[in-house]
């Protein structure tokens, strides 16, 4: 069974900087896109940050030039370096990836992990 297990949440202050790490287990033949959502009580998930496996890059505009992300194919691992924290960045962080099983298909199983919070003071 393919899992996602995430990392590196926690409390920091607002200006200060966190990285969160997702590494995908299970058997797999490739994963496709990799990405962070978050969500906030009472809201719907957003996109924070996307990466194809080629490497390109998509973020939203409310967290553009102050969070990085990516990845590590031979890990099968995704990181999110973010700083200059804000209050408003307080959430808790998904991580989604696009798994496929073997080389002969085009079809991926998407998985989310449990997710990991994040809490800016200010």
């Known amino acids: 069974q393919v899992q996602l297990v995430e990392s590196g949440g926690g409390l920091v202050q607002a200006g200060g900087s966190l990285r969160l790490s997702c590494a995908v287990s299970g058997v797999i033949f490739s994963i496709n896109a990799m990405g962070w959502y978050r969500q906030t009580p009472g809201k719907q998930r957003e996109l924070v940050a996307t990466?194809?496996?080629?490497?390109?890059?998509n973020y939203s505009d409310s967290v553009k030039g102050r969070f990085t992300i990516s990845r590590d194919n031979a890990k099968n691992t995704v990181w999110l370096q973010m700083n200059s924290l804000k209050p408003e960045d307080t959430a808790v962080y998904y991580c989604?990836?696009?798994?496929?099983?073997?080389?002969?298909?085009?079809?991926?199983?998407?998985?989310w992990g449990q997710g990991t919070l994040v809490t800016v003071s200010s």
């Open positions: 990466i194809t496996r080629a490497g390109t890059t």
């Open positions: 989604r990836a696009e798994t496929v099983s073997s080389p002969t298909t085009n079809k991926y199983l998407e998985v």
